[in-house]
């Protein structure tokens, strides 16, 4: 069992950065090592990849869009995964969603078993 909550998001202007948390409660108790992964949703769009970390945090994964603006990172000791959002555009508005992975590509929707509920980004320009 786990469950993932997501939250940091919120109203920016264009340029601003922001930082999203999810954070993991899994059952039973114990240390858990997942690659993890953010995806995001944008009204009237596809869930899209935007970055994965593997399991030690020993590599990262990026969407081109985000590349070099966006940081992934995890704190294991608070079972958290982080999303550093810099230089936001107006097309990084979306709802951003957590998710565990279990197998496959990173970037694909279909390699991750638990996913949060979202937490709303809206960049005005």
């Known amino acids: 069992q786990v469950q993932l909550v997501e939250s940091g998001g919120g109203l920016v202007q264009a340029g601003d950065s922001l930082k999203l948390t999810c954070t993991a409660s899994r059952r039973p108790f114990g240390r858990h090592f997942y690659a993890m992964g953010w995806f995001r949703q944008a009204p009237g769009k596809e869930r899209e990849f935007v970055a994965a970390i593997s399991y030690n945090g020993g590599r990262q994964y990026y969407a081109d869009s985000v590349k070099g603006r966006f940081t992934i990172s995890r704190d294991d000791a608070k079972d958290s995964v982080y999303l550093q959002m810099n230089s936001l555009k107006s097309e990084d508005t979306a709802i951003y969603y957590c998710?565990?992975?279990?197998?496959?590509?990173?970037?694909?929707?279909?390699?991750?078993?638990?996913w949060g509920q979202g937490t709303q980004v809206t960049v005005s320009s």
């Open positions: 998710a565990q992975h279990e197998s496959g590509a990173f970037e694909s929707l279909m390699a991750y078993n638990y």
